[in-house]
């Protein structure tokens, strides 16, 4: 009952996470549909029948439902300090009922930000759910190469914040049908306003740099959007090792209107695999096309730095076309310290047609991780360049 009971609370928090900086799940973050990592990002949910005396919405919540108070924090250069505070109802049933409501403060730039929304299952078991969300929101498109916490850290006490942002008021309505544990189809209309933020604080308690680095601006309009995303695996690896393939279409404007038009498709695969107990292998590649139309600037992919080439500088590839793929090879030699060799591929560009004409980024190097996704430090190097600098980096989490 513990762990599955830790599950249902840590959905409970990535609901509010991009309000409230509670947790780094994507879900939480109606603007960035189809940029995480782990899209879609459907928890994994047990499928089993509920207890006789199973409780519709039409007389009340479940009686196993409880009331879960979700204070929180973040901290990014255009936001400044975000102290938020959220409140979700869930159930210690599979099948029930979620609503859940959170506010934040960003001090920075005396803004509140606020979120809202619900999810109900329907059937026994539990096949289908349907929900929504209304939101104000600081947005990055950001959110699968560094995690809020990470982010957090870095800003507040190395004077780097590694995501862009945008503001993002609006609305999504979602289905998604889970047929079993480890697969899921998800169909969402999303409705935003987006607007420029401009970098606002310049507090941190170490740094080399004295300010930090201008957020850019973005295109501002009114966006309608449909995103169809599946998922093929478990939505977390379990530690024995296995893998996952996600996949999403989003399309904006067309039929729909308002102020951007632009289809584009994401696709990502991660694996881990275990040859003993003491040495194993993890990957991952992913992708991103745009087929129709003209991508925003705050939409474009970025490829380069922390998350992506480890031996290149942050973000030095960009276009509405992407791919990444990266290995490590750990071999745990003590308790929690892991010795590791890497290899990172990939790159960004504009233009469907240009792929020929890319010369992808090939790094290499090593590291030491500290428990299996704590800390790591590593040293990097492009491969192509003759003469090319070694690059130290540190990760307060998961390599990619």
Same mark, same amino acid.
């Given at each position: 009952m513990g762990s599955r009971a830790t599950a249902r609370s840590s959905a409970a928090a990535a609901l509010l996470s991009c309000v409230l900086g509670a947790a780094p799940a994507a879900r939480a973050c109606p603007a960035t549909l189809g940029q995480s990592s782990q899209i879609p990002t459907t928890p994994a949910v047990r499928i089993e029948r509920a207890p006789a005396g199973w409780e519709t919405l039409a007389t009340g919540l479940p009686?196993?439902?409880? @009331?879960?108070?979700?204070? +929180?924090?973040?901290?990014? =250069?255009? !936001?400044?300090?975000? &102290?938020? %505070?959220?409140? +979700? /109802?869930?159930?210690?049933?599979?099948?029930?009922? /979620?609503? #859940?409501?959170?506010?934040? #403060? +960003?001090?920075? =730039? !005396?803004? %509140? @930000?606020? +979120?809202?929304? %619900?999810?109900?299952?329907?059937?026994? &078991?539990?096949?289908? =759910?349907i929900g929504a969300d209304v939101y104000r929101q600081t947005a990055s498109e950001d959110v699968w190469i560094v995690g809020e916490l990470e982010n957090t850290l870095f800003a507040l006490f190395a004077r780097t914040d590694y995501r862009d942002y945008y503001e993002a008021t609006g609305g999504i309505g979602r289905i998604i049908w889970q047929p079993g544990r480890d697969a899921s189809l998800e169909a969402a209309l999303r409705i935003q306003d987006e607007s420029s933020l401009s970098t606002r604080v310049r507090f941190s308690v170490f740094g080399k740099e004295d300010r930090f680095r201008a957020n850019p601006p973005v295109e501002p309009g009114d966006e309608a959007l449909v995103v169809v995303s599946a998922r093929l695996g478990p939505y977390r690896l379990p530690a024995p090792g296995g893998s996952f393939g996600t996949i999403a279409y989003e399309r904006a404007g067309g039929p729909l209107g308002r102020d951007f038009d632009y289809g584009r498709a994401r696709v990502s695969a991660r694996m881990l695999h275990r040859f003993a107990p003491r040495v194993f292998v993890r990957a991952r590649a992913t992708g991103g096309s745009t087929r129709e139309g003209r991508l925003p600037p705050q939409k474009v992919w970025h490829v380069g730095g922390i998350g992506t080439l480890r031996g290149h500088d942050y973000k030095s590839f960009s276009g509405d076309q992407f791919f990444v793929a990266n290995g490590e090879y750990l071999v745990r030699v003590r308790k929690n310290l892991f010795p590791f060799a890497f290899l990172d591929w990939g790159a960004a560009w504009f233009g469907a047609r240009n792929l020929d004409r890319q010369r992808p980024g090939l790094d290499g190097g090593i590291g030491l991780r500290v428990a299996e996704d704590a800390l790591s430090v590593t040293v990097a190097r492009d491969l192509r360049r003759s003469g090319a600098p070694l690059r130290v980096g540190v990760r307060l989490g998961g390599g990619f």
């Open positions: 009686e196993e439902t409880r @009331l879960r108070l979700i204070p +929180a924090f973040r901290y990014n =250069r255009v !936001d400044g300090a975000v &102290p938020g %505070f959220g409140a +979700a /109802f869930r159930s210690e049933r599979e099948a029930a009922p /979620f609503l #859940y409501a959170g506010a934040a #403060y +960003a001090t920075g =730039r !005396d803004r %509140f @930000l606020a +979120a809202a929304g %619900f999810e109900v299952p329907i059937g026994d &078991p539990t096949r289908i =759910r």
